[in-house]
């Protein structure tokens, strides 16, 4: 064979085994890279399933929170009610009976007040269930007024003692 044809195929073959040799790099080099981009996903995908783990935890702990909150309230609440209505049946027995005259309000009145311009004597009588002191009784009027007054009183005392433990046991379960 001529020298141009040992030539000519010997570059041939220096170029065929440049481009096998590329092909083997680029393909080893494609392998590294597959192997690097395969260990970030797994890194990643096992990231995102601690904090997906994490973060159901947390709500379960939220829920379980707020669960708790919840049946203290409605004790409270519960609680809050039956004391309300115990109050309001004892406020309408006690005006059934003031109404019913079972019952009368009296007051003590201090016998050895000179401003009073009344004269009443100084003792009680027999039938007197006051010891010690002269008393007289009220008008009916005022005195279901009085029961309203109280009544009023005694609701506001019972709608604060709720307040104070919906706040407090907001407090207790903030955390």
Known sequence: MPLAWRALSAS??????MLGSGAVAWRWQANSYGKQLANQARLYADDLSAISNAAAT??????????VLEQHLSASEQSHYKELS??????ARLRD???T???????????TDATCGCSVPASTGAGG??????????????????????DAGDRGLIAL?????????LGLYEN
Do not use: E, F, P, W
């Not at 947390?58 to 669960?67: P, V």
């Not at 115990?86 to 406020?91: E, L, P, R, S, V």
């Open 58 to 67: 947390q709500l379960r702990a939220t829920q379980d929170k707020r669960q």
């Open 161 to 169: 003692a709720a307040c104070q433990a919906y706040v407090k046991g």
């Open 129 to 150: 269930v006051v010891h010690g002191g002269t008393c007289a009784r009220l008008d009916l009027a005022h005195a279901q007024r009085i029961i309203r007054i109280t």
């Open 97 to 99: 009976r003031l109404a």
């Open 12 to 17: 041939v073959l220096v170029a065929l085994l």
């Open 86 to 91: 115990d109050a309001q049946t004892n406020q």
């Open 101 to 111: 005259a079972n019952l009368r309000l009296s007051v003590l009145l201090d016998a």
